[in-house]
Structures are given as structure tokens and as C-alpha cells.
T-cell receptor, first 113, second 108 residues
């Protein structure tokens, strides 16, 4: 029973590099989302998707892209990494966007030097 | 006014104590409310949903006050293992909005 799987767990990037954080869920959830968590800032929503082919911006979308080609996968792309993107990233899913609790992945700890 | 506000704490309480956290929200149309627990360097995990009539799960009691727009979490007989950050979550104009969390330390 995998739930929400995030890879990688840890990543170090140099400024300007690009990479994709992977997120997959096996619960057939329509809603998926990406958050970043920084000390003192709480969880901030980056992008979300209410179903395959549909994505929308959250509170802090700049510097990130997403796509949702399947129900299961919701990758987050960093186009040109910056030190300000050093953070812990969490992917989460739920059956619906507002009325159901979120299931979180284990997180990806990203450092940009 | 922020969408969801919590007292950041820390709350330092002895084992066996009762502790309560409040969380205020600004969107009067919010319909769904949850409490999450987050341990250091781990992902948030659902502690309990909050229902209009209030609900209890063992030592934990959650209450909703729609008129004053706040939810509360009461922990009775605190255990060392309750030490964590407690996040208030509310449905809002965008999908679920998280408070910044209240840190609890239970001391032996």
C-alpha cells in the first residue's frame, strides 16, 4: 500500500540547473498538490491539479512548472534552480480539493547552492 | 487578516497536563476543517477531522465555532509522544489552507 510516493528524498543542485521532482499516488485521487515548507513559513501551496489535464497556480508558483497527464502522476519541474528554492517539498493527494483530508508523501529535501 | 492563524507556541507542558490550541480562520464559507500533526523533518499526518458538533478521538477533542470562526484542539493527559507541531487546516478560496502550526513540547 504505497500511498503517495515522492522521489528523490534528497537533492543538491547548483544555481541554474533544472530538475523534476516526481510524485505518484496509487489511490486514484483526483486532487494532487505540491507544497514547500520553509522554517517559520508553514506549508505554502505551489501548484495543484483537480484532475488529469487540469493544473492551477497556488500561492508561490514562480519558478516551477507542473503537468498532469495521468491521474497517478504529478511532477514538479524547477526550470532554473535558485538558492531561494532551497526547501522541503511535499506532494499531497486527496479524493477532492476541499472536502477531503490530504495524504502526504515523505518529502524531498532540496538544497540549491 | 491571514486566512488561517495559529499561535506558534511553543507550548511547554508537563506529562499528564491538558493543553488546548486554537486556530482562527477568515473565510466564513469554509466547510472543511482538520488538525494535522507534524513531527520534526517528517510529513504532516492527519490527526482528526473537525465536525460541526465537535468530536473526540481518545485523548483528543476537536471543536468548531462557526460564529467566532475558530477551531480548537484539546489534548488531555499529555504524553511525551505528543510532542510535535500541530497544524490547523481549513478549506478556503483555494484548496486547503494550512496554518503555520503550533509547537508542543511535553516534558517529563
Amino acid at each position: 500500500n504505497a500511498g503517495v510516493t515522492q522521489t528523490p528524498k534528497f537533492q543538491v543542485l547548483k544555481t541554474g540547473q533544472s530538475m523534476t521532482l516526481q510524485c505518484a499516488q496509487d489511490m486514484n485521487h483526483e486532487y494532487m498538490s505540491w507544497y514547500r515548507q520553509d522554517p517559520g513559513m508553514g506549508l505554502r501551496l505551489i501548484h495543484y491539479s483537480v484532475g488529469a489535464g487540469i493544473t492551477d497556480q497556488g500561492e508561490v508558483p514562480n519558478g516551477y512548472n507542473v503537468s498532469r497527464s495521468t491521474t497517478e502522476d504529478f511532477p514538479l519541474r524547477l526550470l532554473s534552480a535558485a538558492p531561494s528554492q532551497t526547501s522541503v517539498y511535499f506532494c499531497a493527494s486527496s479524493p477532492s480539493a476541499r472536502s477531503s483530508p490530504l495524504h502526504f508523501g515523505n518529502g524531498t529535501r532540496l538544497t540549491v547552492t | 487578516r491571514k486566512e488561517v492563524e495559529q499561535d506558534p507556541g511553543p507550548f511547554n507542558v508537563p506529562e499528564g497536563a491538558t493543553v488546548a490550541f486554537n486556530c482562527t480562520y477568515s473565510n466564513s464559507a469554509s466547510q472543511s476543517f482538520f488538525w494535522y500533526r507534524q513531527d520534526c523533518r517528517k510529513e504532516p499526518k492527519l490527526l482528526m477531522s473537525v465536525y460541526s458538533s465537535g468530536n473526540e478521538d481518545g485523548r483528543f477533542t476537536a471543536q468548531l465555532n462557526r460564529a467566532s470562526q475558530y477551531i480548537s484542539l484539546l489534548i488531555r493527559d499529555s504524553k511525551l509522544s505528543d510532542s510535535a507541531t500541530y497544524l490547523c487546516v481549513v478549506s478556503g478560496n483555494t484548496p486547503l489552507v494550512f496554518g503555520k502550526g503550533t509547537r508542543l513540547s511535553v516534558i517529563a
